[in-house]
């Protein structure tokens, strides 16, 4: 079965900086699909940032100009550098990873930020 493992999570406080990383193992497939979600206390998983299988990128509004999506070094892995952090950027952050049609979840990462 394919696993999702996310990482770098913790605590920080406005303005600091965190690095994201996520892989996902357990397929043959090259994963070219994988993207970075969040839920925020008393929300619904929200996007974050988002790479296609055509490369293209997608942020959210809220993050963009503060966040960066990039494919990691190592097969089927991702990160998501995020700097200017907010205390509205609190949340639990998924790593997404799409094969076919089917798509997988990481168990999230915590990410508080506070002063």
């Known amino acids: 079965q394919v696993q999702v493992v996310e990482s770098g999570g913790g605590s920080v406080q406005p303005g600091g900086s965190l690095r994201l990383s996520c892989g996902a193992s357990?397929?043959?497939?090259?994963?070219?699909?994988m993207g970075w979600y969040r839920q925020c206390p008393g929300k619904q998983r929200e996007l974050v940032a988002e790479?296609?299988?055509?490369?293209?990128?997608n942020y959210s509004e809220s993050v963009k100009g503060r966040f960066a999506i990039s494919r990691g070094n190592a097969k089927n892995t991702v990160d998501l550098q995020m700097n200017s952090l907010k205390l509205e950027d609190t949340a639990v952050y998924y790593c997404?990873?799409?094969?076919?049609?089917?798509?997988?979840w990481g168990q999230g990462t915590q990410v508080t930020v506070s002063s």
């Open positions: 357990g397929t043959v497939f090259t994963i070219t699909r």
């Open positions: 997404k990873a799409a094969i076919l049609i089917a798509t997988y």
């Open positions: 790479i296609g299988s055509d490369d293209t990128i």
